[in-house]
């Protein structure tokens, strides 16, 4: 069967609305109240996970929170008063499992996004949110079908789709208006 680029991106959008309807809204208020209670919130993944994670902890700084991507050069010290946030497809990643290890020697809070709660990571955690979602990486083990997008695409959408959608009730909850989002963005570019 063959597509055009707009089919696909037509067909996409409707398999991502259809995972973002099977998310947990209580998982998704839990994340949000992690996220208003840490002292700081750290972000990993891997691959075009952490992408989305990147982003996330950007839009987060926006909004007046502290927020850090683990591995970069200007990232602080982890504490117990602080929130890692993984997000795995798998949630069997190698270096997430060992980040995961030394949060929790620390004692600071831990979630995960993931497809597999009763991966490694999602056992490891605080707390987790389920992304129904489909990965070429473990297609035996997933309840729903290949979807149009390869590998893991529809976990990393959905989880970016998701998490910029929290910025909305968070900036209220920060009081700042979406329109001042931007008064703390690069400015240097």
């Known amino acids: 069967m063959e597509y055009n680029t707009k089919e696909i991106a037509t067909i996409a959008g409707k398999e991502i609305s259809d995972i973002e309807n099977k998310v947990s809204g209580k998982d998704i208020e839990l994340l949000m109240n992690k996220i208003k209670g840490a002292k700081r919130i750290f972000v990993a993944g891997a691959g075009r996970s952490l992408l989305m994670l990147r982003a996330f902890a950007m839009r987060l700084m926006h909004l007046g929170f502290d927020s850090y991507v683990v591995g970069d050069t200007i990232t602080p010290a982890y504490s117990k008063d602080d929130l890692l946030i993984i997000g795995s497809a798998s949630g069997e990643t190698g270096n997430l499992i060992s980040i995961s290890k030394k949060a929790q020697e620390i004692g600071g809070q831990i979630f995960v996004l993931t497809i597999f709660s009763e991966s490694t990571l999602g056992k490891m955690a605080n707390e987790f949110l389920r992304i129904p979602a489909y990965t070429d990486k473990l297609p035996e083990s997933a309840e729903n079908?290949?979807?149009?997008?390869?590998?893991?695409?529809?976990?990393?959408?959905?989880?970016?789709?998701?998490?910029?959608?929290?910025?909305?009730?968070?900036?209220?909850?920060?009081?700042?208006?979406?329109?001042?989002?931007?008064?703390?963005?690069?400015?240097?570019?």
Do not use: C, W
């Open 145 to 189: 079908k290949k979807n149009i997008l390869p590998g893991g695409s529809m976990f990393e959408i959905s989880m970016l789709v998701l998490l910029d959608s929290m910025i909305i009730p968070l900036g209220e909850y920060q009081n700042i208006a979406t329109n001042k989002y931007f008064d703390r963005h690069a400015n240097l570019e």
